[in-house]
């Protein structure tokens, strides 16, 4: 298949931000664009907001003011829904409601011809449920573009069970031509970034609600060491807790109240608040001229320890599990001068079957480990070690500015200070969090993974699509998929394993394909 040429107009129906934005990206491409509203006022703003935001562009030297122009003049308002009636693809981009797309589908079925494309823009809507009751509902897709527009990558091209093939290549192909990533997926509630991102919003919930810290902190800790553009919380006050709150309950309904996707009464509380983020000058932080900045807790500075060795085992090998991540910090610790020792750890000294007992390091009498699901004091306990702190996952540990350690409530004061000198002397800003199973980087990206490769196994999308979705459409520093093949599958299926054995509930369930990769030794990304 090919994209739709260029001698086909595109017609852009609703004129908001998501549809100017469509308008936009199609006119610059090269298409004739018609732009309809049921407010005439509105194609007007839309059509000046256009102009502006490219003017911008030549002023900025991103385009030239050639194709500024050319640009402009090719955006067209329509007066009536009629005046869309040669084009090649239609684009609805209307309010969220299955009624009112439906409605507006079959009149333009008696409009444009039979080899129009009609397309959607919802974000939750089922795209089966929209095309039902059309005559030809093969050519309806889902073309879910993220806000803004113009500056958004990532194209979501939704197959409903009606959909031909040869629609939605011809959909991912002309959004390809736009200078978007799109990705296939299937018509499943949140499709894909909408149902695999909701884990990012879930466990913070889950930490804050368990106190594991502050929402500052808990942000920080994700952006500063999980490499995340914004904490979670930070992000919900910017989409506004509301349109966050409505969509976790969406998905959750929709999947027939699965746990994996259960809201929080946290949340609900916010909204009863009205505290529902920038829109209203209060969600977890305050917005305004004077409003004080929130500060991340850290740790108060500790002298370096004198003694640090760094486990390998019998054979030499770096640590088995989650061996690239433990490399990685001790690379950071020898590069800031830390004078770390190897020690080779005895198999006499692991229960059978425990093959992750060996701590990553100790220092001064405090074992080391890598968060592995349990809290560090069950895993004090499993090792008969009261001096266990752990350590949670950053994407890269030679750049991340923070870590985050959590202690045994059995650990001494004196073994838990030596670790927080120990980092603090390799350069980190140290975050001591509460003692939760999983900590916060480790967790999150660990459900994370799980959802995407759910999606996966269930045919919503292919792993690629997945990553580039949520790397594209809500800026992930890296794929989660990816970052499981970083870490390992086999450690990543452990900390959930380990979560779902903490908490005793089906939201930590381990997806199938994760246990077959960690069975067959497979990755994601060869």
């Not at 553009?229 to 027939?256: C, K, W």
């Not at 350690?405 to 001494?412: G, H, K």
């Amino acid at each position: 298949m090919a994209a739709l040429h260029t001698e086909r107009a595109v017609a852009v129906i609703g004129s908001g931000a998501m549809g100017a934005g469509i308008a936009q990206v199609a006119a610059v491409a090269g298409y004739t664009v018609h732009l309809f509203d049921t407010r005439p006022p509105a194609v007007a703003k839309a059509i000046s907001d256009i102009a502006a935001a490219l003017n911008k562009l030549v002023a900025r030297e991103r385009m030239s003011a050639i194709d500024c122009a050319a640009a402009i003049a090719r955006v067209h308002a329509a007066v009536t829904l009629d005046a869309v009636a040669g084009a090649g693809l239609v684009v609805e981009a209307i309010v969220e409601n299955l009624d009112a797309k439906r409605a507006l589908f079959a009149q333009l079925e008696a409009i444009v011809g039979d080899d129009c494309i009609l397309a959607t823009n919802t974000s939750s809507i089922s795209v089966t449920a929209i095309a039902a009751g059309l005559r030809l509902p093969e050519r309806l897709v889902g073309m879910h573009f993220f806000n803004p527009v113009p500056l958004m990558a990532l194209c979501e091209v939704v197959s409903g069970l009606a959909t031909d093939a040869g629609v939605a290549q011809t959909v991912y192909d002309t959004a390809a031509a736009w200078g978007k990533n799109p990705v296939h997926a299937r018509s499943t509630p949140g499709f894909i970034v909408n149902r695999v991102a909701r884990p990012f919003y879930a466990e913070g919930w889950r930490l804050l609600n368990e106190q594991a810290a502050d929402a500052a902190t808990i942000d920080a800790v994700l952006r500063e060491a999980g490499g995340f553009r914004m904490g979670p919380f930070e992000l919900m006050d910017l989409i506004g807790h509301d349109v966050n709150f409505s969509v976790t309950q969406s998905v959750f309904n929709a999947y027939f109240g699965d746990p994996r996707f259960t809201p929080s009464v946290l949340q609900q509380e916010m909204v009863n608040a009205g505290f529902l983020g920038r829109k209203t000058g209060r969600g977890f932080y305050r917005y305004g001229d004077d409003a004080a900045a929130p500060q991340a807790q850290s740790e108060a500075a500790q002298p370096k320890p004198e003694y640090v060795s760094y486990t390998i085992e019998q054979g030499g090998a770096a640590h088995a599990v989650g061996g690239a991540v433990v490399d990685a910090l001790a690379a950071r610790l020898r590069a800031a001068g830390v004078d770390i020792t190897h020690r080779k750890t005895p198999e006499t000294i692991r229960p059978a079957g425990a093959h992750d007992d060996a701590p990553a390091f100790h220092c001064n009498g405090a074992a080391i480990y890598l968060t592995d699901g349990r809290s560090a004091t069950q895993r004090a306990s499993d090792n008969h070690h009261p001096d266990t702190v752990l350590f949670d996952l950053a994407l890269d540990y030679g750049s991340a500015k923070r870590i985050a350690i959590a202690c045994a409530d059995q650990c001494s004061p004196a073994a838990y200070h030596a670790v927080v000198g120990l980092l603090q002397a390799a350069g980190f800003t140290v975050t001591r969090l509460d003692d939760v199973p999983g900590m916060a980087v480790m967790r999150t990206v660990a459900m994370l993974a799980n959802e995407a490769a759910d999606a996966v196994n269930q045919g919503v999308c292919s792993a690629a699509a997945a990553d580039i979705a949520m790397q594209k459409g809500v800026n992930y520093p890296r794929g989660p998929l990816a970052w499981a093949d970083a870490i390992g599958i086999e450690h990543i299926v452990r900390v959930l394993a380990n979560l779902a054995t903490s908490y005793g509930e089906d939201r930590y369930r381990v997806s199938p394909l994760l246990r077959r990769k960690q069975v067959s030794g497979g990755r994601f990304h060869e």
